[in-house]
């Protein structure tokens, strides 16, 4: 087991990692729309969306992953009313190479924000 760690992501927010390689499957933890600095990105849910693919770009990197290595995704939101947008700027990530997905609502998120991705993916 090989815990990943990055300065290109916001750090963990308490006792848990950014996340783990087992054999040759990486596991994240959720990312929310935090800057690599720990500032909260304000603004809409694409907005913030933009954010979460970004720290989770960096973390698949440094567990020598990518996008195209995602086997599943997990989508956590605040409002099903905002589910459109946030399919939306999934699809620019998610275009040709289409992983498995669930969607949920949630009462709340961590530091209240729009939106949540966690990602299981194979490792090179």
Request: charged share 20%; with cysteine.
């Amino acid at each position: 087991m090989k815990i990943v760690h990055t300065n290109e992501a916001p750090a963990a927010i308490g006792p848990y990692s950014q996340g783990i390689v087992v054999n040759n499957l990486f596991f994240s933890s959720g990312q929310i729309p935090l800057t690599a600095e720990g500032e909260l990105v304000t603004g809409d849910v694409k907005k913030q969306t933009h954010q979460v693919f970004k720290n989770l770009q960096a973390v698949l990197k440094e567990a020598g992953a990518s996008l195209e290595s995602v086997v599943k995704a997990t989508v956590f939101i605040k409002d099903m009313n905002e589910f459109a947008a946030v399919n939306e700027v999934y699809g620019e990530y998610f275009s040709t190479h289409k992983p498995a997905r669930s969607c949920v609502e949630v009462a709340r998120l961590p530091k209240d924000v729009l939106v949540e991705i966690e990602v299981v993916a194979l490792v090179k």
